[in-house]
């Protein structure tokens, strides 16, 4: 039974660890129950009612019905459920809107992510960067301007990886050249306090469904759009998936009908924590970068742990206390292998119940464990024992 012993042990350890990986989240009870069912082992190539199988009258309905819960809940026109990752959503929407092969993003060292440059290049585009103004932590608008109206790529990619603070949708809108934001991290803080990037200019928003919003480990997309909305539907099918794993859609309108009654308030405490983490561990020496700015608007903080041995290494020393969470690249590292700086985000411990008292208690857990490890592991787990259950209501 190794299979078996190896998901306990899994389970045993992630359940009595604090996770703090931006990307992760957890699906609720009721979500985890529906996962498991007979569409898993369908096929439904093409679209509800125009299907190349037999046999698919029940996904019809169910993805019909996911689909309408997509618009109601974010108040969009169009949505693509298909997509079974953000990559595969990004995939998707870029291959649609390509005109002539170019496209502007964030740039690596700034947050984007792997999908808009390297991915890019797999669908033969060429990228360039916008400037980024370390001062205010986001796009140089002007600067971006500029170099936009010089280049006229076919689309700009906003939306990042590492994500702190909204980039100017608005304002790159406004050039006229379209917008695609990636709200892969964000998606969730869409029914809180980050707006819908739809509703500030953006064409087409792509997200995973894992992350801020905690459902099951897919991809969507969202427009207002008719005419490019048309161009990406018939793009996902049959260029980018074929199966597009069934069953997760029930798992995926389960936490949208919970989204729906506790979303706001849940993307409200996020950001609430976020800022509370991000606080409390200043206070205790860790540079947390952005200060200045207030740290954070998103679930995310980031910090230059230089002084500490660097991204690597604290991660891996926090790792052996239980506290799980991921270095990350700096704008200004040159090295993935060895960076600068650790990313955090609160979305997951939020989820089960934790508050600002609980984040200042993480930043001294998390503050202990750099000096004893293996002291600080009985620590969390017994913290952690009493955070079992997703939570809803907040506020
Ligand atoms: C900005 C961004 N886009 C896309 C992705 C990829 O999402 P997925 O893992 O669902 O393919 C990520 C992953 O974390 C991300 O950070």
């Given at each position: 039974?190794?299979?078996?012993?190896?998901?306990?042990?899994?389970?045993?350890w992630?359940?009595?660890?604090?996770?703090?990986?931006?990307?992760e989240?957890?699906?609720?009870?009721?979500?985890?129950?529906?996962?498991?069912n007979?569409?898993?082992?369908?096929?439904?190539?093409?679209?509800?009612?125009?299907?190349?199988?037999?046999?698919?009258?029940?996904?019809?309905?169910?993805?019909?019905?996911?689909?309408?819960?997509?618009?109601?809940?974010?108040?969009?026109?169009h949505?693509?459920?298909?997509?079974?990752?953000?990559?595969?959503?990004?995939?998707?929407?870029?291959?649609?809107?390509?005109?002539?092969?170019?496209?502007?993003?964030?740039?690596?060292?700034s947050?984007?992510?792997?999908?808009?440059?390297?991915?890019?290049?797999?669908?033969?585009?060429?990228?360039?960067?916008?400037?980024?103004?370390?001062?205010?932590?986001?796009?140089?608008?002007?600067?971006?301007?500029?170099?936009?109206?010089?280049?006229?790529?076919?689309?700009?990619?906003?939306?990042?990886?590492?994500?702190?603070?909204p980039?100017?949708?608005?304002?790159?809108?406004?050039?006229?050249?379209?917008?695609?934001?990636?709200?892969?991290?964000v998606?969730?803080?869409h029914?809180?306090?980050?707006?819908?990037?739809l509703?500030?200019?953006?064409?087409?928003?792509?997200?995973?469904?894992?992350k801020?919003?905690?459902?099951?480990?897919?991809?969507?997309?969202?427009?207002?759009?008719?005419?490019?909305?048309?161009?990406?539907?018939?793009?996902?099918?049959?260029?980018?998936?074929?199966n597009?794993?069934?069953?997760?859609?029930?798992?995926?309108?389960?936490?949208?009908?919970?989204?729906?009654?506790?979303?706001?308030?849940?993307?409200?405490?996020?950001?609430?924590?976020?800022?509370?983490?991000?606080?409390?561990?200043?206070?205790?020496?860790?540079?947390?970068?952005?200060?200045?700015?207030?740290?954070?608007?998103?679930?995310?903080?980031?910090?230059?742990?230089?002084?500490?041995?660097?991204?690597?290494?604290?991660?891996?020393?926090?790792?052996?206390?239980?506290?799980?969470?991921?270095?990350?690249?700096?704008?200004?590292?040159?090295?993935?292998?060895?960076?600068?700086?650790?990313?955090?985000?609160?979305?997951?411990?939020?989820?089960?119940?934790?508050?600002?008292?609980?984040?200042?208690?993480?930043?001294?857990?998390?503050?202990?464990?750099?000096?004893?490890?293996?002291?600080?592991?009985?620590?969390?787990?017994?913290?952690?024992?009493?955070?079992?259950?997703?939570?809803?209501?907040?506020?």
């Amino acid at each position: 039974m190794k299979v078996e012993e190896i998901i306990r042990k899994q389970e045993e350890w992630r359940s009595h660890s604090i996770n703090l990986i931006a990307s992760e989240n957890v699906m609720s009870e009721r979500a985890k129950r529906v996962y498991v069912n007979d569409f898993m082992h369908r096929y439904a190539e093409g679209k509800p009612g125009k299907r190349y199988y037999q046999g698919t009258r029940f996904i019809d309905e169910l993805e019909v019905y996911v689909t309408e819960l997509f618009k109601e809940v974010f108040n969009v026109k169009h949505a693509d459920v298909r997509p079974i990752s953000g990559v595969t959503a990004n995939f998707s929407t870029f291959f649609a809107m390509k005109k002539r092969g170019l496209l502007a993003n964030v740039g690596l060292p700034s947050g984007a992510h792997i999908s808009h440059e390297l991915g890019a290049e797999v669908l033969c585009f060429d990228t360039i960067s916008l400037p980024f103004d370390l001062e205010r932590w986001n796009v140089d608008v002007d600067k971006a301007r500029k170099l936009l109206e010089e280049k006229e790529p076919d689309f700009v990619v906003l939306g990042a990886s590492l994500y702190l603070f909204p980039h100017p949708v608005k304002e790159i809108a406004e050039t006229g050249i379209p917008v695609v934001h990636d709200s892969a991290h964000v998606l969730g803080l869409h029914l809180g306090p980050f707006k819908n990037p739809l509703k500030e200019g953006a064409t087409v928003v792509t997200a995973s469904t894992h992350k801020t919003f905690p459902g099951p480990q897919g991809g969507v997309i969202l427009s207002d759009d008719e005419e490019t909305f048309k161009k990406i539907y018939k793009t996902t099918f049959p260029y980018i998936v074929s199966n597009h794993h069934l069953h997760r859609l029930a798992s995926l309108a389960v936490t949208l009908e919970e989204m729906k009654e506790f979303g706001r308030e849940y993307a409200n405490q996020i950001v609430r924590n976020a800022k509370a983490l991000a606080e409390a561990l200043y206070t205790r020496g860790w540079n947390v970068v952005a200060e200045d700015l207030g740290f954070t608007k998103t679930h995310q903080i980031a910090v230059d742990v230089k002084d500490k041995g660097g991204g690597k290494k604290v991660a891996e020393t926090l790792e052996k206390a239980n506290i799980i969470l991921n270095k990350n690249m700096l704008p200004w590292d040159k090295d993935p292998k060895d960076p600068s700086g650790i990313r955090i985000g609160v979305q997951e411990m939020t989820r089960f119940g934790m508050k600002e008292g609980e984040m200042d208690y993480i930043a001294e857990l998390m503050t202990k464990a750099l000096k004893d490890p293996e002291g600080v592991r009985r620590e969390v787990i017994a913290f952690r024992s009493d955070y079992q259950e997703v939570r809803y209501g907040f506020d």
